[in-house]
C-alpha cells in the first residue's frame, strides 16, 4: 500500500485548506485512514481518522470543530478540510492507514495502530 499526500502550504490564520490523500496498492476493507501531524520540535500526533467501510470518524480535541475528514467515492482517497486554521497547526500532516479496524474507539488515534505511512505535506499557517 502506498500513500501520497497533498494540499499543503501556506495560509494566513483564520483561513482554509483542504487536503488529499490517495492510496494504491492492496485496500483492506475494513480498516482506517487517517491523518497525524508533527510540529517542530514535538512528536507526531493524531489529528482524524475515518473508517473505510462505514465512514466513522474520530477527531483529536484540538481540531475538533474545525477540521472535517471525509472520504472519496472509490474509497482510495481521503480528504482532511480544514478550517479557521490556527499558527498552532502548522506542522507537517501524514496520511496513514491500517490493515484492520481497532475494536476500541481509543485506538483509532494510537500512532502504532497504523501500518501504512505517506510522505507528509507541510502546512504553514502564518498569525
Known sequence: VQLQASG??????GGSLILACESSGFIFSRSLMGWFRQ???KER???????????????ADSVKGRFTISKGNAETTMYLQM???????????????????????????????????????????SS
Open 39 to 41: 510540529a517542530p520540535g
Open 83 to 125: 478550517n479557521n486554521l490556527e499558527p498552532e497547526d502548522t506542522a507537517v500532516y501524514y496520511c496513514a492507514a491500517t490493515k484492520s479496524l481497532p475494536l476500541r474507539l481509543g485506538q483509532w488515534a494510537q500512532t502504532e495502530n497504523y501500518d501504512f505511512w505517506g510522505p507528509g505535506t507541510l502546512v504553514t499557517v
Open 45 to 59: 500526533e493524531f489529528v482524524a481518522t475515518i473508517s473505510r467501510s462505514d465512514g466513522r470518524t474520530y477527531y
Open 8 to 13: 499543503g502550504g501556506l495560509v494566513q490564520g
